[in-house]
């Protein structure tokens, strides 16, 4: 069974601090991919980034920055000098190879305050 | 490139009623998904539809039936409503599998009263 936990629930930081989201999964399979989508108050869930699971390699893009261990199974988001806009609701999401639909993790509520 | 449409935006329908639900995709995905998000939870699979066939389904009951048209668009149907239904209810289309990403829309919001 696959499984997704994002143990923190909600999180609240000043405008431009640094902010870390944590993402940790459990699958059997080998390959697979990791998926991080953003929804704002509007609902619709915003793709961020997609990684496959024999890509190892941090990716930065911008403000925004993912570590992936798969040792740990850990795909955290992490977000440099945040900002009032990026308050939002993010979810981590897991899929095997092939796969038709999403796990989901429960969702990590960011809020940003001027 | 249009992305995906939801309608309607919002609902309320009261419990045993049946209501419908409208998703149209983003062009060039032939596949799409639907998702339930209950208030503070991540979103949950409910069913898949390819080429106008049910292409999987999560673990709800039969009352939740869909359709895929010619055009890749889709309805959900949710029959004989209960109140644990009240949901955010998020259409996704994809090209082929979820292994490429979703686009979702923005959801139609359903309160069962």
């Known amino acids: 069974a696959q499984k997704v936990t994002q143990a923190q629930t909600e999180i609240s930081v000043v405008e431009k601090e640094d902010v870390t989201l944590d993402c940790v999964y459990e699958?059997?399979?080998?390959?697979?991919?990791l998926f991080w989508y953003k929804q704002p108050p509007s609902g619709e869930l915003v793709f961020l980034i997609r990684?496959?699971?024999?890509?190892?390699q941090n990716e930065i893009s911008g403000r925004y920055s993912w570590n992936f261990q798969k040792s740990t199974s850990s795909f955290n988001f992490t977000i440099t000098a945040s900002q009032v806009v990026d308050s939002a609701v993010y979810f981590c999401?897991?899929?095997?190879?092939?796969?038709?639909?999403?796990?989901f993790g429960p969702g990590t509520r960011l809020s940003v305050l001027p | 490139e249009t992305g995906v449409t939801q309608s309607p935006t919002h609902l309320i329908k009261t419990r045993g009623q049946q209501v419908t639900l409208r998703c149209s995709s983003q062009?060039?995905?032939?596949?799409v998904s639907w998702y339930q998000q209950a208030l503070g939870q991540g979103p949950q699979f409910i069913f898949q539809?390819?080429?106008?066939?049910?292409?999987g389904r999560g673990n709800f009951p039969p009352r939740f039936s869909g359709l895929q048209f010619p055009n890749y668009s889709s309805e959900l149907n949710v029959n004989a409503l209960e109140l644990d239904d009240s949901a955010l209810y998020l259409c996704?289309?994809?090209?082929?599998?979820?292994?490429?990403?979703?686009?979702f829309g923005s959801g139609t919001r359903l309160t069962v009263v």
């Open positions: 999401a897991l899929t095997p190879s092939g796969g038709q639909n999403f796990v």
């Open positions: 062009s060039g995905h032939n596949t």
């Open positions: 990684r496959n699971s024999f890509d190892e």
């Open positions: 539809y390819y080429r106008e066939e049910e292409n």
């Open positions: 699958t059997r399979d080998t390959t697979y991919y």
């Open positions: 996704a289309s994809s090209l082929g599998t979820a292994t490429y990403g979703y686009t």
